[in-house]
């Protein structure tokens, strides 16, 4: 599996990666933000194995990329659409940067109009849905920008209650992606 961007190529995760991944998850940025005091790498080596697995799926319901820039080949994170445990035709959006990357919100804009356009051109869903902490109002702008609604405020995980954030479910229809400023703009990019 692999989407390619003007700047950045997501595909499947290889063995080959795994050290570069462990590495981003073991950031003390990255552990820090999400209440990780440990510095084990179980937790992260975990959940490579869930994406291989993932990736063996017949049929498949849940792709978790690696984003990679073009030109270096760097692991700059990873994103991906999961329909695993939806209702039909809906899947979940996820995306996140490694810490060297957080504050590129090009990056996460190209990303998320790939994978957006993705789900709905080559995977037929009808809505894409996703959720972010309250406190990060450039994603929920972002969100806005791709055609979606937010849905609900929830209490999130506890690294999102002890900032005291909720967390903020958005959804986005297919007819309101082919609608977007951001689509027309992705699809003249690419």
Request: hydrophobic fraction near 35%; include cysteine; proline fraction near 3%.
């Amino acid at each position: 599996m692999q989407i390619e961007t003007p700047r950045f190529r997501l595909r499947d995760f290889l063995e080959d990666d795994r050290q570069c991944f462990v590495d981003y998850q073991m950031d003390p940025r990255y552990r820090n933000l999400y209440d990780f005091a440990d510095s084990d790498a179980t937790r992260a080596n975990q959940l490579f194995n869930l994406f291989s697995d993932w990736r063996e799926q017949d049929p498949r319901q849940n792709y978790q990329l690696g984003i990679f820039e073009r030109r270096n080949s760097q692991l700059c994170g990873c994103a991906g659409l999961r329909q695993s445990g939806q209702s039909e035709r809906i899947a979940v959006l996820g995306l996140e940067l490694s810490p060297d990357h957080w504050g590129r919100f090009g990056v996460a804009i190209e990303i998320a109009a790939a994978l957006l356009e993705h789900g709905f051109s080559d995977l037929n869903l009808d809505t894409i849905i996703g959720a972010t902490a309250s406190g990060n109002s450039r994603v929920a702008r972002i969100a806005h920008w791709f055609g979606a609604d937010i849905v609900d405020y929830r209490d999130g995980p506890e690294w999102m209650k002890a900032r005291g954030w909720k967390e903020v479910g958005w959804a986005t229809s297919h007819s309101a992606w082919k609608m977007s400023r951001a689509r027309r703009r992705f699809l003249k990019t690419n």
